[in-house]
């Protein structure tokens, strides 16, 4: 099996694992409420403790992927995560508040183990050529591990509900097996393993990174509070909403695939595709609450637009356009600056959404993410006049 083949099969395994300890905490939120006692700001003190530590835990642990590798980081980082997962269903522990934010707290920084690693082994293994159309269709991951882990979780808590958290923390110690096992990682260079972690924020990785905090930001407030918009605003069922809110990522996945390949159309114009995707984006936000108010069908219309143009910028620019603006061994870094910046972006997201929905009704809040969006795209315009696809100069 060539590098390519094995670096694409693993690192997308080892990504799509992580998401089976990362999702069935909100699925189990309902039975620990229900179960243990627990109150609703029990759960969201726990889930603050996640986000907070995982975007934190990114900056440092995207500088140990470039000192000593993507094995074991991640390899240790899911071990980790999968007994943080299990431990939320530890009989002498259950119903502790204070024990389930900081198994939460614990898991978020394991689980920010998981990008740089990856992203790592991707800028070493992945070609040159067409490398964001690649990077598009290896991004499926985070659609189909955010499906598969409430799958799993789902289908689990359905026989008892501590299983929703035992039974992936399982898998995920096989995939982290796996992922030592079969991964495949290049030997630094000398001059480059003293390199390593020594990362200089550049104006086109500013850009990145201030733009991720924007889509990261929207994303998620998209993500986790669609169902309960059009519960409250549009009067669905909850179960209609629930399956309504899904075609985000469902459909979401092909603004991955298809800004990969209309960069690499144009000769590599990162910021440009990402920078008019985000526009695009903007207008798509501010109209969201008009063109949701007018029917089923222009809602779900509407949802899918949102989401092919909140993935594509997403993933292009945090994979495809990061690895061409940074040198190869400070890759990890970069990425865990990146993501980091993005994740303070979904720590906020929850208490924008909260406040403003509301204090002001929902229509303020897509103001605000238009608006936001809107941030996002100007800090791509400034690089606008960058080279396109110098990966001469940093790759060499």
Known sequence: MSLFARTFLISWLAYFGYYLCRKNFSVLMPYLKSETGMSSTDLANALFCYALMYSLGQFAMGRLVDRVGSRWVAGCGMLVSAAMSSLMAWPAWVGLAGTLAIVQGVNGAAQSTGWPSVLKLTRDGFPLEKRAVWLGWWSTHLVVGGFAGTWLAVRCAEVHWTLGAWVPGIVLCGVALLFVVFVQEKAPRGHRVTAAGKLKITPPLAAIASMYFCVKMTRYAFLFWLPL????????????????????????????????????????????????????????????????????????????????????????????????????????????????????????????????????????LFGLLAAVVLCGALALGTQWIRVPKEKAEVLS
């Not at 029917?295 to 989401?307: E, R, S």
Request: charged content about 5%; aromatic content about 12%.
């Open 229 to 364: 918009y059009m519960t409250e605003q549009l009067s669905y069922a909850k179960a209609e909403a629930g399956y309504a809110s899904s075609v985000f990522e469902l459909v979401g996945v092909l603004g991955a695939l298809g800004a990969g390949h209309l960069s690499e159309r144009m000769g590599g114009a990162r910021f440009h595709v990402g920078g008019v995707m985000m526009l695009v984006l903007a207008l798509l936000c501010g109209t969201y609450p008009m063109m949701s108010a007018m029917g089923y069908v222009q809602n779900l219309v509407w949802i899918a637009l949102i989401g092919v143009f909140t993935f594509g910028p997403d993933t292009l620019m945090a994979a495809a356009a990061l690895q061409e603006v940074v040198p190869a061994e400070s890759t990890a870094s970069a990425g865990g600056f990146v993501n980091g910046v993005g994740s303070l972006g979904q720590v906020v997201s929850p208490y924008a959404v909260s406040y403003l929905s509301s204090h002001y009704g929902w229509g303020s």
